[in-house]
């Protein structure tokens, strides 16, 4: 074993025997939040390791779904993850206060108009959607998760329409109109149109009033047989998401008229998300379904949607000052590696960008780390896709679960974005082969008291 400093082999002998750990020497000075807080003259070592006993495992999630940034709407059958149905329940509001449809007016079509903001997953696969009407009112006051349920009326007032997302196609024609951007229009049934332009200006002279008479939809998708997709949608751009009602006078046909329904960042509105796991592969459906934590070992899952997140433990970290009684171990540099599996390499299920490590209290309460707070170009935590792997710098954290200043219940590993995303990831665990395994680099030294 080589260090700088011949005088810390004692040490290095005596942790070694502590925490049967191997030790290498570290030939640069590492990268650090403090690295001059401490005078080079009280250093008796620096040293490096990749070999700390890191456990992992994937467990089921749940995730806050209210007035996030994307509605979701759609299925995808993964052949990892198994089968996920997105939808979202919606209030809407009149566009303008007051309105009347005239004497004798008739209904030509109520359509409703969503804008596409993006999606994952195949969108060349066949989607079959449903709307049903509330039956129940949504609450600002309420919190809402992704297995959220309101009560809703049995009649399918979008009939089964079919679909596939056009995420890329930026024209489109209704009418005399042209619309600029990805937009999904779905039919709804003459009944709903009707009971609509039937309301008197009453109903219309506010929107908590008008959500009395009509307390919204929700949507959802059939599952799919194979691929398939999430499509996220702006649901508050009130230029292209529309509730769309046309109609006419019968005493003028040839004068079509419109009148359009708006959901806005003032009105409520959630994610709900069905996931069939039992559809996902062996290894996952062992891991996460039949709770054989042990499977973490050679690889880990993460998905959003309120779906699965990673527990990370460093179980023998503050048995790292033990024995010292005539200095003390300060983190120079610590790196989280998580590398993706190969798993995580198919087109269609790109990996996601941002990542979220935060700590669990013996509570199971969760708090940001230390390191979260010196910024994104420190902590890091973005996928790199030339080395398909991520990394999180967490000195600090370790430095407090050292010290003793947190206990040491482990991390939480996520997707940025799970309430209003559909991406997912396979990582190696710490027993995948050496050169693609998660692992924790340390650089560290031992100081004078």
Same mark, same amino acid.
């Given at each position: ?20 750990? #191997? ?51 759609? #299925? ?20 303008? #206060?007051?309105? /009347? ?21 195949? &969108? ?17 006051? @309420? ?27 930026? &024209? ?25 332009? /039937? ?17 919204? %939809?929700?949507?959802? $998708? ?19 998401? %529309? ?20 959901? &806005?960042?003032?009105? @409520? ?11 996902? $592969? ?38 790292? &000052?033990?024995? %010292? ?18 798993? #995580? ?52 954290? %370790? ?51």
């Amino acid at each position: 074993m080589k260090t700088q400093h011949s005088t810390a082999r004692t040490f290095i002998a005596l942790l070694t025997a502590t925490l049967l750990i #191997a030790f290498a020497s570290c030939k640069k000075s590492p990268e650090t939040v403090g690295n001059n807080l401490i005078s080079g003259d009280n250093y008796i070592g620096i040293f490096h390791t990749d070999t700390v006993e890191v456990l992992c495992h994937s467990y089921l999630d749940s995730v806050a779904t209210g007035n996030v940034t994307n509605a979701l709407l759609g #299925a995808m059958k993964d052949p990892v993850f198994g089968i996920s149905e997105a939808g979202f329940y919606t209030q809407f509001r009149p566009s303008v #206060a007051g309105q /009347s449809f005239g004497s004798n007016p008739v209904l030509d079509s109520l359509v409703l108009q969503l804008c596409i903001a993006g999606y994952y997953g195949d &969108t060349t696969a066949l989607q079959t959607v449903h709307a049903y009407e509330l039956t129940d009112t949504l609450s600002a006051q @309420t919190t809402y998760y992704n297995h959220s349920t309101v009560a809703t009326n049995v009649v399918d007032q979008a009939n089964s329409h079919q679909f596939f997302p056009h995420p890329r196609t930026k &024209t489109h024609i209704i009418g005399t109109d042209t619309v600029q951007q990805p937009i999904i229009r779905i039919p709804l049934s003459q009944q709903l149109g009707q009971y609509l332009m /039937s309301l008197d200006t009453t109903a219309f002279s506010r929107p908590d009033l008008f959500k009395q008479y009509f307390k919204g %939809l929700y949507l959802t $998708c059939d599952p799919v047989t194979t691929d398939g997709a999430i499509t996220y949608l702006n649901l508050t751009n009130n230029t292209h998401t %529309l509730l769309q009602l046309y109609y006419h006078d019968a005493a003028t046909p040839e004068k079509h008229m419109r009148y359009n329904f708006y959901v &806005t960042s003032s009105d @409520t509105y959630f994610n709900h998300i069905d996931h069939d796991y039992t559809q996902g $592969c062996p290894p996952f459906v062992s891991q996460v379904l039949d709770q054989q934590p042990a499977l973490g070992q050679e690889e880990v899952y993460l998905q959003t949607m309120g779906g699965v997140k990673v527990w990370i433990k460093f179980p023998n970290l503050t048995r790292w &000052t033990d024995s %010292l009684t005539e200095g003390h171990l300060v983190i120079n540099e610590a790196r989280l590696i998580l590398p993706a599996s190969q798993l #995580a390499t198919d087109s269609i299920y790109k990996a996601p960008t941002v990542f979220s490590l935060i700590g669990f209290n013996a509570d199971s309460t969760t708090y940001l780390l230390p390191d979260y707070y010196e910024g994104n170009s420190y902590f890091d935590g973005t996928y790199s896709s030339s080395d398909k792997s991520v990394t999180f710098r967490i000195s600090e954290y %370790l430095q407090s679960i050292i010290m003793k200043e947190k206990e040491n219940m482990g991390l939480s590993l996520g997707i940025n974005g799970a309430s209003y995303n559909a991406q997912r990831l396979v990582i190696n665990g710490p027993d995948a082969p050496v050169g693609e395994k998660m692992k924790l680099e340390v650089t560290y030294s031992i100081v004078n008291e």
